[in-house]
C-alpha cells in the first residue's frame, strides 16, 4: 500500500515535470514540483513492501519502544512493525518534574503516534497485551484477537511495589509516570500552606532516571523557598548514598539548599498509613502534609508472566546486549527499563538500546549477525534550580569477555556544577531526543 | 516562487529519485555508532537540536571530536562523548555523517 503510493507519488511528479516543459508557467512547474517532491518524500521515507519480509510485534510506545519502531522501519528491509501501546499519547517523564513547579504543562510533554505512522509506515494498535506466547511469537489483546509475528521487542517500562498498610497512591503520590498522577503532585503542593513538610522517597536502585529523585528534590527545595517559606522537605533515601552525580547534589543538597532539605540515607520503610499521612521507618514515624512516596520499582507483570524476569531478584529480565534478546526466550526481545543490564533506566539510553536492537534485527532478518561491538550512551540534564541545571552523560562499550555494557571511565562524569546554560542546553536537548524518537 | 530554470527542476527531480535508489544501497558502517549522535544532533544528524553535523565532511567530524579530546573546545559534555569512542570508531562514524544529506 505504501510503496503503492510511493510510486504514485512519483510517476505524479514526473508528469509535473514534463507537463511544465510543455509549456506551463515556470512558477506552477516550481510550486507542482516542490509539492509532487514532499508528497514522495513522505509517501517515500519509508516505503512498505506489499509482502514483508519479516514482521515485529513492539509492545510499549514509550522511549524505547517508539525508537525501536520507528528505526525497524528505517533500517529494516521491508520489515512489517506494529506497535502496540495502550494508551493513545505518550507522556514524558523527562522534564515533568517541571510540571510540578509550574514551569512546564503536561500537554506540553504530549506526543502521539502519527509520524511514526504517516513518515514510517509503523502500524499503531491501541490496546493492551494480556498474553505472551513467546514460543509461537503470538500476542493475545484484550479487545480479543491475537496478532502473531517473527519477533516481539517488549518495552513496558516499569512497574511499581506496594507498601504495607493502608496505602493509597493518590493521596501519596509517585509521580513517576507523568500524567495524573504528576497533575494530583502539584495540586497538593500548590494546597499546601507555607511551612509545611514535604516528604520525598528515593528507592533501591535500580529504579527508572538515577539522578531523577535528587533534581526534583532540588527543584522542590528552590521553589519551596520562593511559593511556601518555611517549608520543609525531607528526602528520605533508601540507599546508603546518592546513587550518582554525587559532588552536585552534595553541594546543591547539604549548601545551596540547606536551609531547606534535610537528608537521611539507608532509610527502610516498612508500612505507610496514607489516611495520616505517615511513614513508618526505621527512623521511627515520618508524616508530612505532601508525601511524593516513589516506590521501588521492577520490570511490569507481563514480563514475569511470560517468564523473562530472571534476575537474581527477580525484578528485571536479563538480555543479551547484542541484540537484546530475552536470556530466557530467544525470540523476545526486551528495551529500556524493564530490561536487567549495566546500563541506567532512562529514557535517553532506552532510545539508544533501541537501535541497538533495531539494527541486530534488520541484521537477524538479512541472515547476518548483530553488529560484535555496540555503543550506547546516556545523557541527561538535572535540575538544580529553577533556572539552572547539570549534566550527566556516560559512553557504554561492549566487553566480549564479560558480554556487558561497560562504562568507558574518562568518557562518563558530570558537569562541573550547574549553571542557567545548561538549563537553556536540557531544553534542547529534550527537543533533539524528542525528535529522534518521535518524529 | 523564484525562477528556477526547468532543466534544474527537472535534474533535481532526477538526482533525487537517483538518491533514493543510492540510500538503499548504501553502506551502513558506522550507522549504529553515528546513531549515538541522534538523540541531540537529530536523526541522521539533521537536527533539530544541537549543532546539525549531517553533510559535513569525514574529515572536519573527526576533527571536531578530537578538539573536544583535547580539551580545547571547553569541559561540556562532548569533551566526555568524545573519549567514548575508539579511533577506528571515530572514523567509521565521521564517515557515516558525512554521507548524510
Not at chain 1, 510499549?60 to 519502544?65: R, T
Not at chain 1, 536470556?327 to 527499563?337: F, N, P
Request: some cysteine; hydrophobic content about 40%.
Amino acid at each position: 500500500m505504501q510503496r503503492r503510493s510511493f510510486i504514485t507519488g512519483s510517476a505524479v511528479g514526473g508528469l509535473g515535470l514534463f507537463s511544465g516543459c510543455g509549456g506551463g508557467s515556470v512558477a506552477a512547474d516550481a510550486t507542482g514540483t516542490a509539492e509532487a517532491l514532499s508528497a514522495s518524500q513522505r509517501a517515500g521515507a519509508v516505503p512498505m513492501a506489499t509482502t514483508p519480509k519479516a514482521r515485529v510485534i513492539v509492545i510499549g510506545g514509550g522511549m524505547a519502544g517508539t525508537a525501536v519502531a520507528k528505526y525497524l522501519r528505517l533500517w529494516g528491509d521491508a520489515v512489517e512493525v506494529t506497535l502496540i501501546e495502550k494508551n493513545p499519547k505518550y507522556v514524558s517523564n523527562i522534564m515533568s518534574s517541571l510540571v510540578l513547579t509550574g514551569q512546564r504543562t503536561l500537554s506540553s510533554l504530549t506526543y502521539g503516534y502519527d509520524t511514526l505512522k504517516s513518515r514510517y509506515g509503523v502500524k499503531v494498535v491501541i490496546d493492551e497485551v494480556l498474553a505472551i506466547d513467546p514460543v509461537a511469537v503470538r500476542v493475545t489483546l484484550k479487545s480479543g484477537g491475537t496478532l502473531s509475528a517473527d519477533r516481539i521487542v517488549l518495552a513496558p517500562g516499569i512497574a511499581f511495589d506496594s507498601y504495607a498498610g493502608s496505602y493509597d497512591v493518590n493521596r501519596m503520590p509517585h509521580a513517576w509516570q507523568a500524567g495524573p498522577q504528576t497533575t494530583l503532585l502539584a495540586q497538593q503542593l500548590a494546597a499546601m500552606p507555607p511551612g509545611g513538610t514535604v516528604v520525598l522517597t528515593i528507592p533501591k536502585a535500580p529504579y527508572r532516571c538515577p539522578p531523577g529523585p535528587y533534581e526534583r528534590a532540588c527543584l522542590l527545595a528552590d521553589w519551596l523557598k520562593v511559593n511556601k517559606p518555611r517549608s520543609k522537605l525531607i528526602v528520605l533515601d533508601a540507599n546508603p548514598d546518592f546513587v550518582t552525580e554525587v559532588d552536585n547534589f552534595s553541594q546543591a543538597f547539604f549548601g545551596l539548599h540547606a536551609s531547606v532539605i534535610e537528608y537521611q540515607t539507608n532509610v527502610a520503610i516498612s508500612s505507610v498509613d496514607s489516611a495520616s499521612m505517615t511513614l513508618f521507618t526505621n527512623l521511627g514515624a515520618i508524616s508530612g502534609q505532601v508525601i511524593n512516596l516513589i516506590p521501588p520499582q521492577r520490570a511490569p507483570a507481563l514480563v514475569k508472566a511470560t517468564g523473562l524476569a530472571t534476575s537474581p531478584d527477580g525484578r528485571f529480565a536479563p538480555v543479551d546486549v547484542l541484540n537484546y534478546a530475552s536470556m530466557a526466550q530467544s525470540r523476545v526481545h526486551l528495551i529500556g527499563d524493564s530490561s536487567a543490564t549495566t546500563q541506567p533506566k532512562a529514557g535517553h539510553i532506552a532510545n539508544q538500546e533501541a537501535k541497538v536492537c533495531a539494527d541486530a534485527l534488520s541484521r537477524f532478518f538479512k541472515g547476518q549477525s548483530p553488529d560484535p561491538a555496540p555503543v550506547t550512551n546516556s545523557a541527561c540534564y538535572s535540575t538544580i534550580t529553577r533556572s539552572q541545571a547539570s549534566w550527566l552523560t556516560a559512553v557504554f562499550q561492549y566487553d566480549p569477555a564479560s558480554k556487558l555494557m561497560t562504562s568507558v571511565a574518562n568518557a562518563s562524569g558530570a558537569s562541573e556544577g550547574w549553571s542557567g546554560d545548561n538549563f537553556e542546553q536540557m531544553n534542547t536537548w529534550f527537543k533533539a531526543l524528542m525528535g529522534d524518537t518521535f518524529a | 516562487m523564484t525562477h528556477i530554470p526547468r532543466c534544474a527542476v527537472l535534474a533535481a527531480g532526477l538526482a533525487l529519485v537517483a538518491g533514493l535508489a543510492q540510500a538503499q544501497t548504501t553502506s551502513t558502517t558506522g550507522r549504529l555508532l553515528a546513531s549515538n549522535c541522534f538523540q541531540c544532533h537529530g536523526t541522521n544528524g539533521k537536527g533539530p537540536g544541537f549543532d546539525t553535523i549531517a553533510g559535513k565532511s569525514a574529515n572536519e567530524i573527526y576533527q571536531d571530536m578530537k578538539e573536544f579530546q583535547s580539551g580545547q573546545e571547553g569541559k561540556g559534555i562532548m569533551a566526555k562523548h568524545s573519549w567514548g569512542f575508539t579511533d577506528a570508531q571515530l572514523r567509521d562514524l565521521s564517515n557515516y555523517l558525512s554521507r548524510q544529506r
